[in-house]
């Protein structure tokens, strides 16, 4: 019933994705498989791979002398691997709202942006899986986490957040990796039939799993991707409202509210919708595809700033307000140092960053300005990590005993496993567009007919 029906919303998509649009299909997967990229895109990488360098330094330096080297210390025994975690998690919403939200909503400007949001999604996620397990202290027994038999009874303590967090993130990664490969199969075959050297033929070839493009396959695949997208959807809720309730359950002053849960999707939104433009404005630039990532998605996806940033504001707001509410001499003494304190540098910095910045975005001529839209997202993108440490460290240091006070100072270790997980990062998205289509081939062929322009 649903083969049947869903073909009969639109012309069957039998002749789609058949090099329909030569020019869209030949400059997209021209980036692929002539190999020819302009130089400074192979220096960018250049820097990000010395960044995974240092990356693999600082880690094995983590493994062999400890995570006392983080500068954690007591009381504050969560810094930067949770507030990196909580980071990298919220960048990978906004691939998985543009990529399913956004289908099931008829929305067809997605169709330029979604793949390599679907990338982010997938390389965000598996930075984030990192820093729980290096968290552990001893890394190498993480698999204690799974709810594996053994003559050891080491059953995993559901109450506990780090079972949570592998629960989470292991679903999120798994429905995210098979949404976005479904997504790639007909561009798969369509790299596969335009591939010249006999390798590239077997390496698409196997990639695309006997993809034809016959009716049936579009049928079957039209119902499963719509099946995939619904089943993302309640994860872009589930998984960070998972996230934030690691520290909701916390009684630690400044943990337990119950607004964390939109609190957090909001600035995961927030934070994700900034790394896509971040990612977006350069591609566009370097690769000569203003046209096809137009003007018209970097509005909406500032706009979409907009509506997460006010939610993100809010969220402020209503932490302050309950602070003062409660009547809790703990939650009040918190939030007054987080503003006088000795972290008030950063949180004033934080709300520059997360709500001053980000009203510029109100201006259409700013929003599509790419230079100055690429600096606020960066700009976001920081003050998300600010915000993020703010919360973590800021709680533990001023607990219930004032005699047990403490601060946080961060190590080079801190920095370097930081900015290591971003250079891994970016160098996975370089390696990306360099092997697959970064941008959606047959989506963006069927919008053009649809509107009867060839983008």
């Known amino acids: 019933m649903a083969s049947a029906t869903?073909?009969?919303?639109?012309?069957?998509?039998?002749?789609?994705?058949?090099?329909?649009?030569?020019?869209?299909?030949?400059?997209?997967?021209?980036?692929?498989?002539?190999?020819?990229?302009?130089?400074?895109?192979?220096?960018?990488?250049?820097?990000?791979?010395?960044?995974?360098?240092?990356?693999?330094?600082?880690?094995?330096?983590?493994?062999?002398?400890?995570?006392?080297?983080?500068?954690?210390?007591?009381?504050?025994?969560?810094?930067?691997?949770?507030?990196?975690?909580?980071?990298?998690?919220?960048?990978?919403?906004?691939?998985?709202?543009?990529?399913?939200?956004?289908?099931?909503?008829?929305?067809?400007?997605?169709?330029?942006?979604?793949?390599?949001?679907?990338?982010?999604?997938?390389?965000a996620v598996a930075m984030a899986g990192l820093f729980p397990i290096l968290h552990l202290g001893r890394p190498w027994f993480f698999y204690w986490l799974l709810p594996l038999p053994n003559t050891h009874m080491h059953w995993p303590q559901w109450r506990s957040p780090l079972v949570w967090d592998f629960v989470a993130i292991s679903t999120y990664a798994t429905v995210s990796l098979l949404f976005w490969f479904m997504g790639l199969l007909p561009d798969l075959a369509m790299l596969r039939d335009r591939a010249k050297t006999r390798g590239a033929q077997l390496f698409y070839g196997i990639l695309a799993m006997g993809w034809r493009g016959s009716a049936r396959h579009w049928a079957r695949y039209r119902v499963v991707y719509y099946l995939m997208a619904a089943l993302a959807t309640p994860l872009v809720v589930s998984v960070h409202s998972i996230?934030?309730?690691?520290?909701?359950?916390?009684?630690?002053?400044?943990?337990?509210?119950?607004?964390?849960?939109?609190?957090?999707?909001?600035?995961a939104l927030l934070s994700g919708f900034a790394m896509v433009l971040t990612i977006a404005i350069p591609l566009r630039w370097a690769f000569s595809v203003e046209d096809l990532i137009t003007l018209r998605h970097m509005d909406n996806a500032a706009k979409l700033m907009i509506a997460a940033g006010l939610i993100v504001a809010y969220g402020y707001a209503s932490e302050a307000f309950f602070a003062w509410y409660?009547?809790?001499?703990?939650?009040?003494?918190?939030?007054?140092?987080?503003?006088?304190?000795?972290?008030?540098?950063?949180?004033?910095?934080?709300?520059?960053?997360?709500?001053?910045?980000?009203q510029l975005l109100w201006f259409r001529r700013v929003r599509l300005n790419m230079p100055v839209l690429f600096a606020i997202a960066v700009i976001v993108n920081i003050g998300m990590w600010i915000e993020r440490y703010v919360i973590v460290v800021s709680g533990p240091s001023r607990d219930f005993l004032p005699s047990a006070w403490g601060d946080q100072s961060l190590t080079w270790l801190d920095f370097g496993i930081l900015f290591g997980s971003i250079g891994t990062f970016f160098a996975l998205i370089f390696l990306f567009v360099r092997i697959l289509p970064a941008i959606t081939i047959f989506e963006v062929e069927e919008l053009a007919e649809e509107t009867g322009r060839a983008a």
């Open 6 to 123: 869903a073909p009969a919303e639109r012309p069957p998509p039998v002749l789609r994705g058949r090099h329909d649009f030569p020019e869209i299909s030949g400059r997209i997967a021209g980036v692929v498989l002539n190999g020819r990229l302009p130089r400074y895109f192979w220096a960018a990488f250049f820097l990000c791979f010395m960044l995974v360098l240092v990356f693999f330094y600082a880690i094995t330096y983590l493994i062999a002398v400890g995570v006392g080297k983080l500068g954690i210390d007591m009381p504050v025994v969560w810094g930067t691997m949770i507030s990196n975690f909580v980071w990298w998690i919220g960048i990978g919403h906004a691939g998985t709202l543009i990529s399913a939200v956004l289908l099931l909503l008829r929305q067809p400007w997605r169709a330029s942006i979604n793949r390599f949001a679907e990338a982010m999604t997938l390389f």
């Open 243 to 267: 996230v934030s309730l690691d520290f909701t359950f916390a009684i630690t002053p400044g943990y337990h509210s119950t607004i964390f849960p939109p609190y957090f999707v909001a600035g």
């Open 326 to 358: 409660s009547g809790e001499a703990w939650e009040r003494t918190m939030m007054v140092q987080r503003a006088i304190g000795p972290y008030s540098t950063l949180f004033w910095i934080m709300l520059a960053c997360n709500v001053g910045a980000l």
